[in-house]
């Protein structure tokens, strides 16, 4: 393995240092290769293998109140998790060995939590003895104060941490109670620490809006009216401010992006009627409410933005699979296939970006108040396609087809759109066909 000189060191050690989690795992991935190690890169490798190890035991000691520097809801720069950690392992040297023994044991039962919460009482009575120390001067008051807040908490964080799946996916009677236990031993240690409690578990969440099912099991399910009259309002209205920006996806939602655009869209349909679904049966809301008007004036806006999205795929589909009328007689025309020119990229782009968008949204379709609309749509679909494919594979077992491979282009267009419109299974069937013509 070839050394660094000092100061390229001492640089790269920095920019590693400053880096993001994600990145840092990128970059294990890539040099992680045994034939990079023996190279100049080596050094490199080695850098970043002992940043996400120290980061490891890191995550682990300080996991209660990780949610205040990384995540959605982080209120203080990710470069102070860094400085506290720093701190930590010149201040307590033997305790943060005993959370490298832990970090290392193989099963998480073998862990001795109780050395991780002294770790942070120890953190704790640095921050409030002298968080101007030297290696806690990049700390404001104001942060060192919030800190010391969170780390406070922090043994009934780190208890609760292990529960949270089972938590947010059935609360039944025994849950309920260990959180309500949970929440109380926080009000315990300080009066108004119940919104810090529930951030920082929401903080350790997918969706940070799902902590409201915690508050709704501690508070038995709260009035609109109590909810939003007391300090923990903002977890409530951070679900409905989550919706407005989900409702503005959809909105902006450019069918020029084609399938990555039309699963961005249809994904934001979904989080945002999720969280509208939860917030009408975690909390008790009033249609007079504030609260209870708001969520019903997104419920139309998103049925209704959806729906126009939707009514536009047929337009576009035309667009991809274009047709011609031919008069057979007075009353009797009929659409055929168009084959003049090879498929427009740009609509068949558009249509597999709508429909992929309906097909996204299609499990919020019922309770969005859309899926009347959406099955409408999907079915005028079907019945157009049927056809169509008809008419493309007759022309090409005649012996009038003058362009083959046009005709078979618009049959694999065709197949990508059924797929999406119907299911895979219809769309094989015209690759088959295709195949066999």
Known sequence: MTELPPAKAGLLKMLIDGAPDRVLQKLELALGDLSMRDSALGAVWGMVDREIGDRIVRNLALAPVLGLFQGPTASLPVALLARLWAHIKVAHPFEAGQAVTLAGAFNAEDQDQSVLDELCALTLADMR??????????????????????????????RCLPQLGDWLIRMDQERRAAARVAYRD?????????????????????????????????????????????????????????????LEIVRLFDVDGGQAAGQQAGQAVHRATTAIADLEELVDLSREGQWGRRLAQQKRLLAQTVEGRLKEIEDVVGHALPVRSIRYSPRLIKSAPKLVADPDPVAVCRAIALLTFAEEARSSADSGGFGATRAKILDNLEKHLDPYVEDVLEYLRSADADNPSRARAYLEVAADILTLAKDEKAGQIVRRRLAAA
């Open 129 to 158: 003895a002298d968080p101007r120390a030297e290696t806690l001067n990049a700390f404001s008051d104001e942060q060192a104060n919030r800190v010391a807040e969170a780390l406070a908490l922090s043994p009934i964080i780190r």
């Open 186 to 246: 926080s009000v315990a240690v300080a009066p108004d620490a119940g919104p810090l409690f529930f951030r920082l578990l929401g903080a350790r969440m997918a969706e940070p809006g799902q902590i409201l099912r915690i508050i709704s099991a501690v508070m038995d399910r709260p009035s609109e009216r109590y909810l939003s009259s007391s300090e923990l309002a903002p977890f409530g209205l951070a679900v409905m401010d989550e919706v407005d920006r989900q």
